[in-house]
Nanobody, 123 residues
C-alpha cells in the first residue's frame, strides 16, 4: 500500500517562503513520478508541479516554486517563495507509477494521493 504524508504547511505572510515535504512509503519511490497539486476554497484542484525525468510547473508558478526529490529519503519537496495570498490552498502530494519524458497535469493521471497540508498566506 502506497502512503504519502505531506508536512510543512502553515501560516505565512505575503512575500515569505515555505517548504512542503511529502514522505512516501510502500513503493519504489525512485521509479515514481511525483506531483504537487493544490485546491483553494471553492475552486477545483489544480496542478502545481511534477518531477519525473525532468521537472514541470504550472506556467503561473514558474520562478517562484521549485520541486525536488531525495530518493534516499523517499521524499519530494516543494519550495515556495514570494508567496501571495492567492497561493492559499490545501496542497496535495501525488504519485504515479513510472518515470516519463513528459509530465502529467490532471488528477486522474496519478495513482496515489496524500491527505493534504494547509498553506495560508496572509496579506
Amino acid at each position: 500500500q502506497v502512503q504519502l504524508v505531506e508536512s510543512g504547511g502553515g501560516l505565512v505572510q505575503a512575500g515569505g517562503s515555505l517548504r512542503l515535504s511529502c514522505a512516501a512509503s510502500g513503493h519504489t519511490f525512485s521509479s515514481y513520478t511525483m506531483g504537487w497539486f493544490r485546491q483553494a476554497p471553492g475552486k477545483e484542484r489544480e496542478f502545481v508541479a511534477a518531477i519525473s525525468w525532468s521537472t514541470y510547473y504550472a506556467d503561473s508558478l514558474k520562478g517562484r516554486f521549485a520541486i525536488s526529490r531525495d530518493n534516499a529519503k523517499n521524499t519530494v519537496y516543494l519550495q515556495m517563495n514570494s508567496l501571495k495570498p492567492e497561493d492559499t490552498a490545501v496542497y496535495y502530494c501525488a504519485a504515479r507509477r513510472g518515470l516519463y519524458s513528459g509530465s502529467f497535469y490532471t488528477d486522474e493521471q496519478y495513482d496515489y494521493w496524500g491527505q493534504g497540508t494547509q498553506v495560508t498566506v496572509s496579506s
